[in-house]
Every structure is written in C-alpha cells, then in structure tokens.
T-cell receptor
Framework: AQSVTQPDIHITVSEGASLELRCNYS??????LFWYVQSPGQGLQLLLK??????LVQGIKGFEAEFKRSQSSFNLRKPSVHWSDAAEYFC????????????FGAGTQVVVTP | NAGVMQNPRHLVRRRGQEARLRCSPM?????VYWYRQLPEEGLKFMVY????????ESGMPKERFSAEFPKEGPSILRIQQVVRGDSAAYFC???????????????FGPGTRLTVL
C-alpha cells in the first residue's frame, strides 16, 4: 500500500543545535515530495519541494532536504534551529497521475528549548 | 495578491446541525482541494474540484458530506447532520493546475476549525 511515514512524532532540540526530520515513502515510482510547516492555529506553509534533478533541495527559512531514492527517503535538515522553528512539520507526496492530490505523513512536532 | 481565504476560521455546531465551510482560492487559481486534519493526525485528502466540476471525491465520506465550486463565488464544503467525529480542521488548497508537473504547488488556506458539541 502507498504510504508516507514520519517515524518521529515529537522531537525536542536546543536552540542553535541541528535538526533532522525523517520522512520515508512507499510508492511504485518516485513521487513529487514536499515539506510543509504548520505553526499553532495556522495553515500550512511550503518549506521546499522536490520534483527532479538535484537531490539536495534548498528551501525557505534555512531548511534543506535530501532525496535518497535507494532509501525512499526525503529528510529535512536545518543546521541551527531558532526558537521560531517550533512548529509541526509535515512531509507530503504527490503522485504524477493523482490530479495533484497530496498524501501527508502524520507530522513531527518540534519543540525548541533555550 | 491575497492568499487562499477560508471562513469562518472557527465554527461550533451542535450534533445534527449543518456546517458550511467556504474557501476562496488565490486569484487566478481554478483548482481547489479540500483536506481534513483530525486531532493528532496529518491531513487527509477529501475532494478535488475545478470550476463547476467535482474531479475526484475519493476521500469524501459517502454520506453527509458534499462539495461544490460554482462558476462564481467560493468553494463550499457542506457537512449535514454533524456528529462529534466531524470535529477537525478543514483545509482548502488551491492551484493553477490539477497536475503537479512543472513544479506546480498547492497553496493552503488557514483552515476552518470545526467543533461539534
């Protein structure tokens, strides 16, 4: 069955430390890949996307993600987190023949401590 | 250019009432998607509409839920005879196309948080 897995439900990280959020997918072909961030009570904001080409993708707010086909993964990273990065992060995939609809992982809640 | 707008932002209904959620896509966008986020879960696709057409409603519950996107005006997600299990955040997204090819993305609204008492 097709699926998107974010193994970490909750991550706590110190301000200034590095952050990595994991995302694995299970599909027959390489899908389009996205990371969204959701602040409390807010909608979703696109951080970055992967469609093809360079497997290391740069996004907004200093985030980057690396697509690894062999591992079916699209992990999100940030070298040094800021208190404002506390939010929920969602990995999403879109299939090429799916009318553009997205399938989301369950999300990872990131808490930033001083 | 205003983003995707949804109203109301918060909606409280008693069991058995009707809930109407509105979504105005970004200017120039004629493709609308509705997603539901249950507590502690990710977003789940419900329905994809173009102007005056439902293209894919594979994620919609079979009963009580309906959606429309008329030629004029916002897209409406309607839930009849709400039950407590309908309590969730409902997000609308819009796009210039029903395809993701070419790097197209969906832009999300702030959501409507429905509480059923």
């Amino acid at each position: 069955a097709q699926s998107v897995t974010q193994p970490d439900i909750h991550i706590t990280v110190s301000e200034g430390a590095s952050l990595e959020l994991r995302c694995n997918y299970s599909y027959g072909a390489t899908p389009y890949l996205f990371w969204y961030v959701q602040s409390p009570g807010q909608g979703l904001q696109l951080l970055l996307k992967y469609f093809s080409g360079d497997t290391l993708v740069q996004g907004i707010k200093g985030f980057e993600a690396e697509f690894k086909r062999s591992q079916s993964s699209f992990n999100l990273r940030k070298p040094s987190v800021h208190w404002s990065d506390a939010a929920e992060y969602f990995c999403a995939v879109g299939l090429t023949d799916s009318w553009g609809k997205l399938q989301f992982g369950a999300g990872t809640q990131v808490v930033v401590t001083p | 250019n205003a983003g995707v707008m949804q109203n109301p932002r918060h909606l409280v209904r008693r069991r058995g009432q009707e809930a109407r959620l509105r979504c105005s896509p970004m200017k120039g966008h004629s493709h609308v998607y509705w997603y539901r986020q249950l507590p502690e879960e990710g977003l789940k696709f419900m329905v994809y509409l173009q102007k005056e057409n439902i293209i894919d409603e594979s994620g919609m519950p079979k009963e009580r839920f309906s959606a429309e996107f008329p030629k004029e005006g916002p897209s409406i997600l309607r839930i009849q005879q709400v039950v407590r299990g309908d309590s969730a955040a409902y997000f609308c997204a819009s796009s210039t196309s029903g395809s993701l090819s070419g790097g197209r993305v969906q832009f999300f609204g702030p959501g409507t948080r429905l509480t059923v008492l």
